[in-house]
């Protein structure tokens, strides 16, 4: 049980609270503290004496940081993403513009298709096989 275990507000000023916070950012990424100490390169120790003694922000920091890097997900398995953070850093407005244009071209091809199909049921009367909305 945690010093503070009933705090609902995160005080950046409270050794302790930051502790807590720790402790919980862990928790609700379902990650074991052993995995997250190796992350951060300290010790199992270290990190329990953090989450229950209390450390400072720049700790928090490299905590949270070091998390949004090895996400896990319910089942305690290791999330994937299909793009590294580093590559989604480097991603322009140029390449998310051009990815947007991308897809709506797409759309634009799928519902013209879908037009020349209604268009041909209609022609052939069997318009009752368009679903209403479509």
């Known amino acids: 049980m945690h010093p503070r275990e009933g705090q ?3 005080n950046p000023d409270d050794e ?4 807590l916070d720790i402790m ?3 928790e609700a990424a379902n ?3 052993t995995d997250l100490a ?3 390169g300290i010790s199992e120790r270290t990190l329990f004496r953090w989450e229950m003694e209390g450390t400072v922000m720049k700790n928090r920091d ?3 940081d070091a998390l949004a890097s090895m996400i896990y997900t319910p089942g305690g398995k290791p999330a994937s993403l299909t793009m590294t953070r580093k590559e989604l850093r480097r991603a322009s407005s140029v ?3 051009s990815e947007l244009q991308d897809r709506a071209r797409i759309m634009d091809n799928y ?3 879908v037009e020349d199909l209604k268009n041909r049921l209609r022609e052939d009367g069997l318009e009752h096989y368009i679903p209403p909305g479509l």
């Open 8 to 10: 609902a507000q995160f």
């Open 16 to 19: 302790l609270s930051i502790g």
């Open 24 to 26: 919980r950012r862990r």
């Open 31 to 33: 990650l074991p503290r």
């Open 38 to 40: 190796h992350k951060l």
């Open 62 to 64: 490299r905590t949270v």
């Open 95 to 97: 390449d998310l513009a």
């Open 111 to 113: 519902t013209r298709l």
